[in-house]
């Protein structure tokens, strides 16, 4: 049985997922609307990513010292502005401003991670990240469904739907969740030398390292995604949020069984499974010739997410310190963010030159993060193996 606590974060995590993937079927249309070029659309998402990575750690460690409700509704405040700037930008450069601005309030997912963490142990902190990951997948069926259908009304139409939906979710917020880290902490905020010392854990290096690839290719996916099916299937922005939101349903359905895969196989052995699967889809996208094996690709990419992500974060929580975990996630955050500064430009570009060739980046980086979780798994082996001789 989940926390109730935990239910303000879920609403809160899917807004901000909600307002990342309202924008993704509209990325051609961008391009179109105002003259500009994939690159040019990919480095519009990376603006986000840079403030964001400016921002996340920041916030986390504001958590740790001011507790998490104050911070999550800051970075409301400045996503609900995001919002409000894009529905009433006349032209690319007022876009890039909005999403500027909605990136100074991306540390919010960070703060998020922190607080599940807060209120939850053992089997059951396994089930509440897997529910957030389940929230994760609900984002991606309703985000593009939405921005592929409303952008009919008018560009500015899914981001005025969008800001009233942050006003509630701070209402909400407000009256709702309840306030954890700062009040029973009253820590001093991490000197630059308390983040040097947890990046040398060897556990919690090994984790940033394999998250930050793993986003920089879910991010270089999606980012490419509706450019990918322009070029590819020539469909238009409605087919494309249908699409994602087939992968959406996916990953929600992969949610089910996540906890049951869990309590069986660990953590560790699921997301390398999960990280197998994606470097299957980035390879096929190689050979897609034509909307069925597209769906397929789409499918195997999305259990294989589904797998990985919520299992990666459940990791790093569990190695975090707990009187850190709050800049601990906050760095996760931040390397997520430094995956997404380069994925969209590189993907954008990869896939205005060759979209054949598009996949193989991301297969590189779901490669490397493969192998440095079997490292990790194989001295996790090592250790129990030596331990259980010492007794014998």
């Not at 003259?35 to 958590?63: E, K, N, R």
């Not at 053992?122 to 994760?136: K, N, P, Q, V």
């Not at 259908?149 to 701070?170: D, K, Q, R, T």
């Not at 490419?224 to 469909?235: A, Q, R």
Request: charged share 10%; proline share 4%; glycine share 12%.
């Amino acid at each position: 049985m989940l926390p109730r606590a935990l239910i303000p974060i879920y609403g809160i995590t899917l807004m901000d997922v909600l307002g990342y993937t309202i924008m993704i079927p509209l990325l051609p249309y961008i391009a179109q609307k105002y003259g500009a070029s994939d690159f040019l659309v990919g480095v519009l998402m990376t603006t986000t990513a840079v403030c964001s990575t400016i921002s996340a750690p920041i916030w986390g460690w504001l958590s740790d010292r001011l507790g998490r409700k104050r911070i999550v509704m800051t970075s409301q405040l400045f996503s609900l502005a995001g919002y409000f700037v894009i529905a009433v930008a006349p032209d690319l450069a007022m876009i890039f401003i909005s999403r500027a601005i909605a990136g100074l309030g991306g540390g919010n997912l960070g703060v998020a991670e922190s607080y599940i963490a807060d209120v939850t142990e053992g089997e059951s902190r396994d089930a509440a990240y897997a529910a957030y990951g389940g929230i994760f997948g609900l984002g991606f069926i309703v985000g593009p469904i939405a921005g592929g259908f409303l952008v009919h009304f008018g560009f500015g139409v899914p981001f005025f739907l969008a800001a009233f939906l942050e006003v509630l979710n701070i209402a909400f917020t407000w009256t709702f969740l309840p306030q954890t880290g700062g009040a029973t902490q009253r820590r001093s905020r991490p000197s630059l030398a308390d983040v040097v010392t947890i990046l040398r854990v060897p556990e919690i290096g090994n984790l940033l390292g394999r998250q930050l690839l793993f986003i920089f290719a879910v991010t270089y996916f999606l980012t490419t995604f509706s450019l990918y099916v322009k070029h590819v299937l020539d469909f238009g922005p409605e087919s494309s949020a249908w699409l994602l939101a087939t992968a959406g349903v996916v990953g929600g359905l992969t949610f089910v069984v996540l906890t049951m895969l869990v309590r069986r196989y660990g953590n560790a052995l699921v997301c390398e499974a999960g990280l197998a699967l994606t470097f299957v889809a980035y390879v096929g996208l190689s050979f897609v010739n034509g909307l069925v094996a597209f769906v397929g690709v789409v499918v195997v990419w999305a259990v294989g997410a589904a797998l990985a992500e919520p299992t990666l974060t459940t990791l790093l929580s569990e190695a975090a310190p707990k009187d850190q975990r709050g800049a601990v996630l906050g760095l996760g955050d931040s390397a997520n963010n430094l995956a997404l500064m380069g994925a969209p430009a590189l993907g954008a570009f990869m896939t205005g030159v060759n979209p054949r060739i598009a996949g193989l980046v991301p297969a590189l980086a779901s490669t490397a993060a493969f192998a440095l979780g079997w490292l990790a798994v194989r001295g996790r082996w090592h250790h129990r193996l030596r331990e259980g001789n010492a007794r014998l």
